[in-house]
């Protein structure tokens, strides 16, 4: 059985240096994405002979693993995912699986999984110099509020820095507020504990961020981390929704100063909801990054 324990600040780099070897975009592989949503997952980590290895459980369903990254052998490596299953009496799934995960899986273990992917775990992946420049009659709307946005407010972008992180978290209240308090549901409540621990932890998780003052307050935000060598991850984006224009703006801002030395920024998925999903697609991603899951067939 292989040896998990739960994932601790202390093991930062020691995992990540497993995600920037092996260059996946999703954003599955984030270090501080794991960290500040392992109370909804009980994610668990493992290293082993030269194998990185998580175990978590997904929101009513089995619990699971994610592909194993290492250079070593693969065949081995999904191996012991499949005796560490069958030792704690549980199916072997291993959820976030890209179709160049599966080919991987495929090649090592021929005709011993099945695919099947979920539309609501796809990844929403844009070209980083296309969210910057908007530029061309597909972004015309985007950029009609942007100039409407300038015409009405006096604003400034700074960085996230620990200064500032008191009104960001006062920001973050404040859209609690506006979306009906966010201990009342239960979504909003998981993700309120991961918006404190991603502040309160901001320098150690390595979180770069970007902020909106907008007539003399913090009003919108934006931060994440990079997924490998070429893609930037973008983890949370908040504005209260009565600064019209206010999302784009951020969304733009955020991509100029910080994503222009990455190829891609990686938004995330839109866990099936159609205002977010219409959204992701009215910024017309470069990549649609199918997911879903891999288990062994029965």
């Known amino acids: 059985m292989l040896d998990f324990k739960p994932v601790m600040i202390a093991d930062k780099e ?26 909804l997952y009980n994610t668990q980590f493992c290293i082993d002979d030269d194998f990185l290895y998580f175990r ?3 929101s009513e369903d089995v619990p699971g693993y994610l592909f194993p990254l290492g250079e070593g052998n693969l065949k081995k490596a999904l191996t012991q995912i499949c005796d560490d299953a069958q030792e704690r009496v549980t199916p072997v799934r291993l959820y976030a699986i890209t179709p160049e995960m599966f080919d991987l899986i495929e090649n090592a273990l021929p005709g011993q999984f099945i695919y099947e992917t979920e539309r609501n775990w796809h990844e929403y992946i844009y070209s980083s110099a296309d969210l910057i420049s ?12 942007i100039n409407k946005f300038k015409r009405t407010y006096r604003w ?21 507020a ?6 009342g549901v239960l979504s909003l409540a998981q993700e309120q504990v991961a918006t404190q621990k991603a502040f309160n932890y901001y320098e150690k ?3 770069t961020g970007g902020a909106l003052r907008i007539d003399g307050e913090i009003l919108a935000y934006s931060y994440g981390q990079p997924l490998g060598q070429d893609t930037f991850g973008i983890h949370a984006e908040k504005c209260l929704h009565e600064i019209n224009g ?9 991509a100029e100063h910080n994503c222009a030395g990455y190829a891609y920024i990686n938004r995330e998925e839109d866990l099936g909801l159609e205002s977010l999903r219409k959204a992701k697609m009215s910024y017309y991603p470069a990549i649609l990054l199918g997911k879903g899951y891999a288990r062994i067939k029965e």
């Open 14 to 39: 020691r995992i990540q240096s497993f995600f920037y070897r092996s260059n996946f975009r999703n954003c599955d592989f984030s270090f501080s994405n794991i960290f500040i949503w392992k109370h």
């Open 56 to 58: 978590f459980q997904p």
């Open 134 to 145: 908007l530029a061309g009659k597909k972004y015309q709307a985007k950029r009609n509020h």
């Open 156 to 176: 400034e972008y700074l960085p996230i820095t620990r200064a500032i992180i008191p009104e960001c978290v006062e920001l973050y209240e404040r859209w609690c």
């Open 178 to 183: 506006e979306n009906g308090g966010c201990s």
């Open 205 to 207: 998780l390595g979180l």
């Open 246 to 254: 206010g999302f784009t703006m951020i969304n733009q801002q955020f």
